[in-house]
């Protein structure tokens, strides 16, 4: 079951600009993370946010939590053509035996035009 | 990808054989995962485990098998039972399977089934 949306499913913005991408989810979580993952390739973590933050940042990134609105964003400023990538967040959901696993949504496809 | 490996990066198998994926980390990490992902979409969770001679099912098991016989290796069986196994397979680890942390995954395995 698909707990993290992705919103846009595709971007495209031109070199310079800051790209915002939007998560939403449905049950209540402990943390969140965004991944990028380029073309073919395996994904990259990004950021991990909990559930008791509402807002971090890494170089160009910012990435927001709002746990009332179930929903996070993902802001990249001052994009570069090498931050065309998909993006992922991926929330933990519990299993039977007490371990978490990460659902992923279906991704933002980001295209940074030169 | 750095200290999380999967070999091949392609396979190509006939229908009806059973294939193995490697996947090997030298991160010390106790959990490991894999995922299928499919064009366009997000991954899904095929199988994971939390500590050594340790295995769960995760939300696709079915036609995979899977063995955790040493911390460092978790390889991914694709058997002939598998409707749809053509799809991109990716390994991930984590530091433990209590989703307090981030997933460093693999560059993934592309196995196409004809």
């Known amino acids: 079951s698909q707990q993290g949306e992705e919103d846009p499913q595709a971007l495209s913005i031109q070199e310079g600009e800051n790209a915002t991408m939007n998560c939403s989810y449905k049950?209540?979580?402990?943390?969140l993370q965004w991944y990028r993952q380029n073309s073919g390739r395996g994904l990259v973590h990004l950021i991990l946010i909990r559930s008791n933050e509402r807002e971090k940042h890494s170089g160009r990134l910012r990435v927001t939590l709002d746990t009332s609105k179930k929903s996070s964003s993902l802001l990249i400023t001052a994009s570069r053509a090498a931050d065309t990538a998909s993006y992922f967040c991926?929330?933990?959901?519990?299993?039977?035996?007490?371990?978490?696993?990460?659902?992923f949504g279906s991704g933002t496809r980001l295209l940074v035009r030169p | 990808d750095g200290g999380i490996t999967q070999s091949p990066k392609y396979l190509f198998r006939k229908e009806g054989q059973n294939v193995t994926l490697s996947c090997e980390q030298n991160l010390n990490h106790d959990a490991m995962y894999w995922y299928r992902q499919d064009p366009g979409q997000g991954l899904r969770l095929i199988y994971y485990s939390q500590i050594v001679n340790d295995f769960q099912k995760g939300d696709i098991a079915e036609g995979y098998s899977v063995s955790r016989e040493k911390k460092e290796s978790f390889p991914l069986t694709v058997t002939s039972a598998q409707k749809n196994p053509t799809a991109f397979y990716l390994c991930a680890s984590s530091f433990d399977g209590q989703g307090l942390y981030e997933q460093y995954f693999g560059p993934g395995t592309r196995l196409t089934v004809t």
């Open positions: 049950t209540s979580i402990n943390n």
């Open positions: 991926a929330t933990d959901a519990t299993l039977g035996d007490s371990s978490y696993k990460l659902i």
